[in-house]
C-alpha cells in the first residue's frame, strides 16, 4: 500500500492512497494527485507502482528530489531520472525556498493478502511428480501443451496460454499476462493479455480493464513462487487492489527462465464464492514450466522480427532519401514575381529550425518546396521524412507519428519506432495537417511546444530534434473558425506561413514550366521534342489550371506520348479543355501584337460579353466571373469602359 501526504503548499494536508499502478503528480487537473502550486509543473512527477515502486521526475521545471534520512537525491542530477522509493522517504516537489514535501508510507501488504499456499519453483520436481500421479491432469497438460506448441507469434502463444489456464482451472473466471519489459532501463511489468471466461467456457477479451492484484504479484515475483491467496480483507485500506476487483481467490504463478523472472500469470475466480484449490496451484505451475519457455521462445522471434521491420523501415527511408536526393536538387521553376518571392522567403527561413506552414492549392508545388526547405538546411543529411495525415486513421496515425511500447493496447506486442524519432535530427512533413484528428493535434502542440514526445503507453517523454513542416490545401483560418483545427496549433504552426500560388496567378510561368516538363518527359520517353506553336502557348497561358502545376505537368506528359519525333506541340495535341478558351480567343480578334496586348484584348471581349449576357447588370456578370463588383469596376476603368 502506498499512501502520500501532502505536508506544505496547496494541498497541505491532504492524503493520497494509491490504486492501479501508478500515481501521476502535478499541476494539471489529470494528475492523480493535483497540486496546484506555481512551482509544480502541469505534469511534475510519477511513481510506477510493480514489484517495486519508483519515483520518476518528468523533466519538470523546478526538478523532484528524494530524501531518505540524511541523503538526499536530486532526481536527473545525481541520479537518473527515477529511483527506487522507500518507506519512509520524502518527496520534495521544486527547489529553493518554493518546494512541495510529500511524505511516502509504502507497506507491503503480502500479509493482508491472507496467503492460502505457496509452491516454490524450486520444488518444481516435487511438485510436478506430485501433478503426474493424476491421470486426469496429466492428459489435460499434455491437450493444452501440444495447443501452445503449435502457436506461431507471440500473441498466439500468450491465447494459447490463457485458454490452457482456462482449460486447467475450471473454476478460473480471469486470467491476466504479465511481461517485463525488456527494453525499458527500469525493466518495468507490464500487463499484456487479459482475457476473460465467456458463456461458451472459452477466454475472450475484457469489456474494461482487469486489475492485477499487486499484493500477489509482489509475493510471486518477491519469493519465486506461485502463491494462492483469498478472501480480501475487511480493512478496506489495507489492499485496495484485492478489494477494488472484488476478487474472492487469486492464484499467481511465475513464468521464469533460469534465475529470471519474465512474468506473471493471474488466475482470479470473481463471480463464484467457490475457491481455487492447491491442486490448482499445482497443475499451473507446471504449465507455467513450459509456458515460460514458449513465451520466451515467442518473444525472441518477435524481437528479431520487430528489429528486421525497422531496418527494413529505416532502410526504405534511406533508399526514398536517395531518390529524393536526385530530385532533391530539381529546380523550384518559376520567374514570376510571387514565385521570386516565395523563393526568397523560402531561402530565409530554410537555415532556422522554424516551424514552417506551407499553404497553397492542390498541385501547386507544397511537397516540393518542404523538401526544398529540407534540402536547403544544414539538415539535409538526415532524413527528411512525410507522413500524409489523411492517410490513416486515427490510432494507426498515433502510432506511426509517435510509436508506441509494447503492451500499449491489445495487438502492441513490441515496441514501435515514430517518424517524431526516425526524423531526429531532420525534417518531419505533415502533409494535409488539417486532416488531423483533434486528439492527435492536442499530441502535435506538446511536441511543438515541449520537444518531446510520449510514445503510446511509454512511461516518460524522449527528447527529438525535428524541424516541423506543414501543409494543408485548406484554408487553416476557416477550419479553425469552423471549430476543426485548434487555434493554440494554428498560432504553433503558423510561426513562418508560405503560400504558394495557383498558376493562375501567376501565368507567366507557365511557358517556361511547359517547356522544362516538355524536355523531361521528351528525355524520359527517348524522344526527341520540339517546341511549342504561338497558339499552343497562348492557350496555355489562358487556360485556369484548377489542378495547379500537377495538371500541367500530366497535360505535358500525355502529349509527349502523341508527339511525333521532332515535332512542334500543336493547339490540337492539347486536351479539349484546355482547347476550351480558343473560341474566345478567336472571337475576340486577338490575333496579333505583344502576348500582353493579345491578353488584354481577350479580357475585354470576355467582360463585355459577360455585361451583354446580364443586360449590363454589373453584381450578377461579376458574380459570374468570379471577381467582386469592386474587382469587375477596376478593370472596366482599366479598358476605358464605362
Ligand atoms: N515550381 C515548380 N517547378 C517545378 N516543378 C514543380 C513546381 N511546382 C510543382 N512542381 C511539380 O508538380 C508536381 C506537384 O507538386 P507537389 O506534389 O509538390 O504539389 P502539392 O502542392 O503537394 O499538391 P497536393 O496538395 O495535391 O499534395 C510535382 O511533381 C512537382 O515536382
Ligand atoms: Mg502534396
Same mark, same amino acid.
Given at each position: 500500500?502506498?499512501?502520500?501526504?501532502?505536508?506544505?503548499?496547496? +494541498?497541505?494536508?491532504?492524503?493520497?492512497?494509491?490504486?492501479?499502478?501508478?500515481?501521476?503528480?502535478?499541476?494539471?487537473?489529470?494528475?492523480?494527485?493535483?497540486?496546484?502550486?506555481?512551482?509544480?509543473?502541469?505534469?511534475?512527477?510519477?511513481?510506477?507502482?510493480?514489484?517495486?515502486?519508483?519515483?520518476?521526475?518528468?523533466?519538470?521545471?523546478?526538478?523532484?528530489?528524494?530524501?531518505?534520512?540524511?541523503?538526499?537525491?536530486?532526481?536527473?542530477?545525481?541520479?537518473?531520472?527515477?529511483?527506487?522509493?522507500?518507506?519512509?522517504?520524502?518527496?520534495?516537489?521544486?527547489?529553493?525556498?518554493?518546494?512541495?514535501?510529500?511524505?511516502?508510507?509504502?507497506?507491503?501488504?503480502?500479509?493482508?493478502?491472507?496467503?492460502?499456499?505457496?509452491?516454490?519453483?524450486?520444488?518444481?520436481?516435487?511438485?510436478?511428480?506430485?501433478?503426474?500421479?493424476?491421470?486426469?491432469?496429466?492428459?489435460?497438460?499434455?491437450?493444452?501443451?501440444?495447443?501452445?506448441?503449435?502457436?506461431?507469434?507471440?500473441?498466439?502463444?500468450?491465447?494459447?496460454?490463457?485458454?490452457?489456464?482456462?482449460?486447467?482451472?475450471?473454476?478460473?473466471?480471469?486470467?491476466?499476462?504479465?511481461?517485463?519489459?525488456?527494453?525499458?532501463?527500469?525493466?518495468?511489468?507490464?500487463?499484456?493479455?487479459?482475457?476473460?471466461?465467456?458463456?461458451?467456457?472459452?477466454?475472450?477479451?475484457?469489456?474494461?480493464?482487469?486489475?492485477?492484484?499487486?499484493?500477489?504479484?509482489?509475493?510471486?515475483?518477491?519469493?519465486?513462487?506461485?502463491?494462492?491467496?483469498?478472501?480480501?480483507?475487511?480493512?478496506?485500506?489495507?489492499?485496495?487492489?484485492?478489494?477494488?476487483?472484488?476478487?474472492?481467490?487469486?492464484?499467481?504463478?511465475?513464468?521464469?527462465?533460469?534465475?529470471?523472472?519474465?512474468?506473471?500469470?493471474?488466475?482470479?475466480?470473481?463471480?463464484?464464492?467457490?475457491?481455487?484449490?492447491?491442486?490448482?496451484?499445482?497443475?499451473?505451475?507446471?504449465?507455467?514450466?513450459?509456458?515460460?519457455?514458449?513465451?520466451?521462445?515467442?518473444?525472441?522471434?518477435?524481437?528479431?522480427?520487430?528489429?528486421?521491420?525497422?531496418?527494413?523501415?529505416?532502410?526504405?527511408?534511406?533508399?526514398?532519401?536517395?531518390?529524393?536526393?536526385?530530385?532533391?536538387?530539381?529546380?523550384?521553376?518559376?520567374?514570376?514575381?510571387?514565385?521570386?518571392?516565395?523563393?526568397?522567403?523560402?531561402?530565409?527561413?530554410?537555415?532556422?529550425?522554424?516551424?514552417?506552414?506551407?499553404?497553397?492549392?492542390?498541385?501547386?508545388?507544397?511537397?516540393?518546396?518542404?523538401?526544398?526547405?529540407?534540402?536547403?538546411?544544414?539538415?539535409?543529411?538526415?532524413?527528411?521524412?512525410?507522413?500524409?495525415?489523411?492517410?490513416?486513421?486515427?490510432?494507426?496515425?498515433?502510432?506511426?507519428?509517435?510509436?508506441?511500447?509494447?503492451?500499449?493496447?491489445?495487438?502492441?506486442?513490441?515496441?514501435?519506432?515514430?517518424?517524431?524519432?526516425?526524423?531526429?535530427?531532420?525534417?518531419?512533413?505533415?502533409?494535409?495537417?488539417?486532416?488531423?484528428?483533434?486528439?492527435?493535434?492536442?499530441?502535435?502542440?506538446?511536441?511543438?511546444?515541449?520537444?518531446?514526445?510520449?510514445?503510446?503507453?511509454?512511461?516518460?517523454?524522449?527528447?527529438?530534434?525535428?524541424?516541423?513542416?506543414?501543409?494543408?490545401?485548406?484554408?487553416?483560418?476557416?477550419?479553425?473558425?469552423?471549430?476543426?483545427?485548434?487555434?493554440?496549433?494554428?498560432?504553433?504552426?503558423?510561426?513562418?506561413?508560405?503560400?504558394?500560388?495557383?498558376?493562375?496567378?501567376?501565368?507567366?510561368?507557365?511557358?517556361?514550366?511547359?517547356?522544362?516538363?516538355?524536355?523531361?518527359?521528351?528525355?524520359?520517353?527517348?524522344?526527341?521534342?520540339?517546341?511549342?506553336?504561338?497558339?499552343?502557348?497562348?492557350?496555355?497561358?489562358?487556360?485556369?489550371?484548377?489542378?495547379?502545376?500537377?495538371?500541367?505537368?500530366?497535360?505535358?506528359?500525355?502529349?509527349?506520348?502523341?508527339?511525333?519525333?521532332?515535332?512542334?506541340?500543336?493547339?490540337?495535341?492539347?486536351?479539349?479543355?484546355?482547347?476550351?478558351?480558343?473560341?474566345?480567343?478567336?472571337?475576340?480578334?486577338?490575333?496579333?501584337?505583344?502576348?500582353?496586348?493579345?491578353?488584354?484584348?481577350?479580357?475585354?471581349?470576355?467582360?463585355?460579353?459577360?455585361?451583354?449576357?446580364?443586360?449590363?447588370?454589373?453584381?450578377?456578370?461579376?458574380?459570374?466571373?468570379?471577381?467582386?463588383?469592386?474587382?469587375?469596376?477596376?478593370?472596366?476603368?482599366?479598358? +476605358?469602359?464605362?
Amino acid at each position: 500500500m502506498l499512501r502520500l501526504a501532502v505536508r506544505t503548499g496547496a +494541498g497541505a494536508g491532504r492524503s493520497f492512497v494509491a490504486e492501479g499502478d501508478g500515481v501521476r503528480i502535478g499541476r494539471a487537473p489529470t494528475n492523480d494527485l493535483v497540486i496546484d502550486d506555481s512551482h509544480v509543473s502541469a505534469e511534475h512527477a510519477r511513481i510506477a507502482l510493480g514489484p517495486a515502486a519508483t519515483l520518476e521526475d518528468l523533466r519538470s521545471t523546478n526538478g523532484t528530489s528524494l530524501v531518505r534520512g540524511a541523503t538526499r537525491i536530486v532526481l536527473g542530477e545525481d541520479s537518473a531520472f527515477q529511483a527506487a522509493l522507500e518507506n519512509g522517504d520524502v518527496i520534495e516537489l521544486g527547489s529553493g525556498d518554493q518546494v512541495t514535501y510529500i511524505d511516502v508510507t509504502l507497506q507491503d501488504d503480502r500479509d493482508e493478502a491472507r496467503v492460502v499456499a505457496v509452491r516454490k519453483i524450486e520444488d518444481l520436481g516435487r511438485i510436478s511428480a506430485g501433478v503426474e500421479e493424476n491421470p486426469r491432469s496429466l492428459s489435460a497438460l499434455y491437450r493444452v501443451q501440444k495447443k501452445i506448441g503449435a502457436a506461431t507469434s507471440l500473441d498466439e502463444t500468450l491465447v494459447a496460454v490463457s485458454d490452457a489456464v482456462f482449460a486447467l482451472v475450471p473454476r478460473g473466471t480471469h486470467v491476466t499476462i504479465v511481461l517485463r519489459d525488456v527494453d525499458e532501463p527500469s525493466g518495468a511489468y507490464v500487463p499484456v493479455m487479459t482475457r476473460v471466461r465467456s458463456a461458451s467456457g472459452q477466454g475472450t477479451a475484457p469489456a474494461g480493464p482487469v486489475p492485477v492484484a499487486r499484493s500477489v504479484f509482489r509475493k510471486v515475483v518477491g519469493e519465486r513462487a506461485a502463491v494462492l491467496a483469498a478472501d480480501a480483507p475487511r480493512d478496506v485500506g489495507q489492499s485496495e487492489s484485492l478489494l477494488g476487483a472484488s476478487i474472492r481467490s487469486t492464484i499467481g504463478v511465475p513464468l521464469w527462465k533460469g534465475d529470471d523472472i519474465l512474468g506473471v500469470v493471474q488466475v482470479d475466480n470473481r463471480d463464484a464464492p467457490a475457491m481455487l484449490s492447491q491442486e490448482d496451484v499445482e497443475v499451473l505451475t507446471v504449465l507455467a514450466a513450459n509456458a515460460s519457455l514458449a513465451i520466451a521462445g515467442a518473444r525472441l522471434i518477435q524481437r528479431l522480427v520487430t528489429a528486421e521491420e525497422r531496418l527494413k523501415k529505416e532502410n526504405t527511408f534511406l533508399k526514398s532519401r536517395e531518390e529524393k536526393r536526385q530530385t532533391a536538387g530539381q529546380p523550384i521553376l518559376g520567374n514570376s514575381q510571387p514565385m521570386l518571392t516565395l523563393l526568397s522567403q523560402l531561402d530565409k527561413v530554410a537555415e532556422t529550425r522554424v516551424t514552417v506552414l506551407i499553404e497553397g492549392e492542390t498541385g501547386t508545388g507544397k511537397e516540393l518546396i518542404a523538401s526544398a526547405l529540407h534540402y536547403r538546411s544544414r539538415r539535409r543529411d538526415r532524413l527528411f521524412v512525410t507522413q500524409n495525415c489523411a492517410a490513416l486513421p486515427e490510432n494507426l496515425l498515433e502510432s506511426e507519428l509517435f510509436g508506441h511500447k509494447r503492451g500499449a493496447f491489445t495487438g502492441a506486442t513490441d515496441e514501435k519506432k515514430g517518424l517524431f524519432e526516425i526524423a531526429d535530427g531532420g525534417t518531419l512533413f505533415l502533409d494535409e495537417v488539417t486532416e488531423m484528428p483533434p486528439p492527435l493535434q492536442s499530441k502535435l502542440l506538446r511536441v511543438l511546444q515541449e520537444g518531446e514526445v510520449r510514445p503510446v503507453g511509454a512511461t516518460h517523454p524522449k527528447i527529438v530534434n525535428v524541424r516541423i513542416v506543414a501543409a494543408s490545401n485548406r484554408n487553416l483560418e476557416k477550419e479553425v473558425a469552423a471549430g476543426r483545427f485548434r487555434e493554440d496549433l494554428y498560432y504553433r504552426l503558423k510561426v513562418f506561413p508560405l503560400r504558394v500560388p495557383p498558376l493562375r496567378e501567376r501565368r507567366d510561368d507557365i511557358p517556361l514550366l511547359a517547356s522544362a516538363f516538355l524536355k523531361r518527359y521528351g528525355a524520359e520517353f527517348g524522344r526527341a521534342v520540339g517546341g511549342f506553336t504561338q497558339q499552343a502557348t497562348e492557350l496555355l497561358m489562358a487556360y485556369d489550371w484548377p489542378g495547379n502545376v500537377r495538371e500541367l505537368q500530366n497535360e505535358m506528359q500525355r502529349v509527349v506520348i502523341e508527339l511525333e519525333d521532332n515535332g512542334l506541340v500543336t493547339k490540337e495535341l492539347l486536351s479539349a479543355r484546355i482547347r476550351q478558351v480558343e473560341g474566345v480567343i478567336a472571337r475576340s480578334g486577338a490575333s496579333k501584337g505583344t502576348l500582353r496586348e493579345m491578353m488584354d484584348t481577350v479580357e475585354k471581349y470576355v467582360l463585355l460579353e459577360a455585361l451583354r449576357e446580364h443586360n449590363h447588370n454589373k453584381t450578377s456578370a461579376a458574380k459570374t466571373l468570379g471577381i467582386t463588383r469592386e474587382g469587375l469596376h477596376k478593370k472596366l476603368r482599366q479598358f +476605358g469602359i464605362s
